[in-house]
């Protein structure tokens, strides 16, 4: 059984930069994409990004184009996000998730087979 454990969440005012990470174990990390998404309260849960297995292909939103950057240590199992230049619409619970499928960066959390518990990012305007 995979289990998935996100940290890094904090309180950051507007600007400033958060790094989230999610630890990943119970499989083989390398055969997993992994991606980042969010959900605010009242909101539905959303995107945020998302890269391959092999790490060769991410994909991301809009809403953290130039700003966001995730990135995979397969030797740790763990998968990343930089956050810079955060914005008090960046608030959200952070949950990350890992999908069996290779070489895929999905966008759609129903192709998500695992996720972590959440990590709550606070941007303070």
């Known amino acids: 059984q995979v289990q998935l454990v996100e940290s890094g969440g904090g309180l950051v005012q507007a600007g400033g930069s958060l790094r989230l990470s999610c630890g990943f174990s119970?499989?083989?990390?390398?055969?997993?994409?992994m991606g980042w998404f969010r959900q605010a309260p009242g909101k539905e849960r959303e995107f945020v990004m998302s890269?391959?297995?092999?790490?060769?292909?991410?994909r991301y939103a809009d809403s953290v184009k130039g700003r966001f950057t995730i990135s995979r240590d397969n030797a740790k199992s763990t998968v990343y996000l930089q956050m810079n230049s955060l914005k008090f619409e960046d608030t959200a619970v952070y949950f990350c998730?890992?999908?069996?499928?290779?070489?895929?960066?999905?966008?759609?959390?129903?192709?998500?087979?695992?996720w972590g518990q959440g990590t709550q990012v606070t941007v303070s305007s």
């Open positions: 890269i391959s297995s092999s790490g060769r292909s991410t």
């Open positions: 998730g890992a999908d069996r499928a290779l070489y895929v960066a999905s966008t759609n959390a129903y192709e998500y087979d695992y």
């Open positions: 119970g499989r083989t990390f390398s055969s997993y994409g």
